[in-house]
Structure formats: C-alpha cells, structure tokens
C-alpha cells in the first residue's frame, strides 16, 4: 500500500470512530515503518477519543527513537483524551531538554498544550519553570496559556514577571490572557501598568509634536467617528507624521491613554496607514487587547480593587502629560 493509500485508510477509519477503526490506527501508530502514517494515526486516535488508545499514544511519546512529530501528536492526542494518568509523562517531555532544536522543542510546546488540556494541577509547577526558562517564546507562550487552563493561583506571581519582563508581545499577551482566566486580584496592578508608562507598551503612545493634534488627541470622544477624526489629521499632519506610534494593524488602531480609556480600540480604514511604516514585534495590538480582556474579567471578581487601579494609573496619566 502506497503512502496516499494508507492516509486515505486512515482518514476514512478517522470517521468511523468506533473500536475496530481504533484497533487498526493503534496498529500502524506502533508499527508501520513510515512516520507519516504514524503521525496521522496518533492524529486520529486522538480525534477518535477510544481509551484503548492511551498506552500506545503514551509509548509513543515516550520512544525518544520515535519521529518528533510522532511525539508531539502523541502528546496532543493524550491532551485530547484528558486522562489524568498522561500527566506525568507529559511533564517528563515537557521538561526534557535532550532533543534541541526546534524538534525537540516542538514536543516540549505540545506537551505544554497538552497539559493545559487536561487541566491538572500537578503540572503547575513545570509549566511555571518553562515559562520562565524556555528559550522558543511559542513554547514560553504555550505554558503561559497552559497555566491559563489550570487556573491555580500558584502561578499568579509567575504569570506577572511574565506580563512584566518577557521580551516578547506572544508570551506577555499570553500571560495577561491566563492572569484573566485565574481571577486573582494580586494580577490587576500589573494589568494596569502593562497599558501605563514604563511598560513594553510605552511605543504605542502618541506624541505629536503640534500643539493642535495633541489637544484634539487629548479631547473626549463620544463616538467611533468622533475618535477618528483627529486620528486622521494626526497621520496627514507633517509635523508629526514622524511622531506616529500607534500600531495600525489588520485595520486595527489602538489609541493610546491619552486619547480614549484604557483599551478601548477604534477601527481604521487601511487607507489611513502611513506608509512605509514598520511594526515591531513590541507594537502588536493583540497585546493590549488581551490586557483589557483580562481586566474586564477581573472586574467582574474585583470591581473595587479594578475601580482603584484604574482611578489610580488615570490620575498619573494626566500628571504625565502635564509633567508633573
């Protein structure tokens, strides 16, 4: 049987999703010669969900002769079957750094997600330390999410220094995502300086360098077309162009603090881009978008202590700009 031949098997047997299919796939997955049909039948068992297909999907994770991505379907099968006995070797391949490269790293991100699939606690702790040690942001990303999943409130402080000091936007939208999903209040002051002075965010604020554009960008807006209004005198302004900050992106504009509150996203035509203008990874409007979800689920848990803080971070906004 041809390569094309045995994935169509597999696909059809994917549908039946009864014992007999499960049987068949666990067969190939443990000894056909060729990974890739290997790799779409741990897909498929996976997808089918028979508990029969816990072992072999477990020997195959743990074969480090295996083919990676053998591994790393594995470990999203596992994930998908939600059986709490994966846990443990799911941690061991999380945390094996024998395999480099983005092979090895690739088994350890799947894991990762794997983990935060099932949703046991136990793996908390060596979530925590690949989100603090991993070198791949996708895989610093992915236990960030992960302990998201989990919800212990063990991982709070870890999630912050995540929010406050990863290099990358992934990672940090990631972890403000998680710090939204756990609802503890020791996460809304960092939410809050993560859209403040002093944060990776600090780009995304405008700095005009005429007098009128910053007191229209300063001025209230009560509507979507009110706010775009000096948005577009800003970008067609020569004086300032230079100065334009915001992230325009997929039609996306954020506006800074110093014209809406905190988080709120106006849409912009993309005939409104300046042009040539280059977006660093620091600049992705993802990130504040995340932050503002995560704060207006811990508004729902906290709303005096949310109420505060944003009190608080407005009151040194406007010294800020006063430069006082």
């Known amino acids: 049987m041809t390569r094309d031949e045995m994935l169509s098997q597999i696909a059809d047997l994917e549908k039946k999703r009864d014992e007999k299919a499960a049987d068949v796939l666990i067969k190939t997955l443990l000894e056909h010669d060729d990974f890739v049909p290997r790799n779409f039948a741990a897909e498929a068992l996976g997808k089918i969900g028979h508990p029969k297909a816990f072992e072999p999907l477990i020997q195959a994770l743990t074969n480090k002769t295996e083919h990676p991505t053998v591994r790393w379907q594995a470990a999203t099968a596992l994930g998908r ?75 709070v402080e870890a999630l912050i220094q995540a929010l406050n000091t990863d290099s990358d936007w992934v990672v940090r939208a990631s972890a403000a995502e998680s710090l939204g999903c756990i609802g503890d209040s020791r996460a809304v002051e960092p939410l809050f300086r993560a859209l403040g ?30 706010a775009l209004s000096p948005v577009r005198k800003l970008i067609s302004c020569s004086n300032c162009n230079e100065e334009y900050e915001a992230t325009i992106n997929d039609e996306l504009l954020i506006l800074s603090r110093i014209s809406v509150p905190i988080g709120k996203m106006v849409r912009v035509k993309e005939e409104f881009k300046p042009p040539e203008r280059k977006v660093t990874s620091q600049q992705k409007p993802a990130l504040v978008e995340d932050v503002s979800q995560a704060l207006r689920k811990l508004e729902v848990l906290h709303p005096d202590e949310v109420k505060k803080a944003r009190a608080a971070h407005s009151k040194g906004h406007v010294k800020n700009r006063d430069g006082k």
Request: proline share 3%; with cysteine.
């Open 81 to 155: 079957l939600g059986d709490s006995r994966a846990v443990e070797p799911l941690i061991d391949a999380l945390l094996d750094r024998q395999w480099g490269g983005s092979d090895g790293a690739s088994v350890r991100g799947h894991a990762a997600q794997a983990l935060g699939m099932i949703g046991d606690r136990r793996a908390t702790n060596a979530l925590i330390k690949a989100l603090a040690e991993e070198r791949r942001y996708e895989n610093r990303a992915d236990a960030a999410r992960a302990l998201g999943k989990i919800g212990d409130a063990t991982a």
């Open 197 to 226: 002075e002093g944060s990776p965010l600090e780009t995304l604020v405008f700095r005009p360098k005429c007098l009128e554009c910053q007191s229209q960008l300063e001025a209230t807006f009560d509507t979507e077309e009110m």
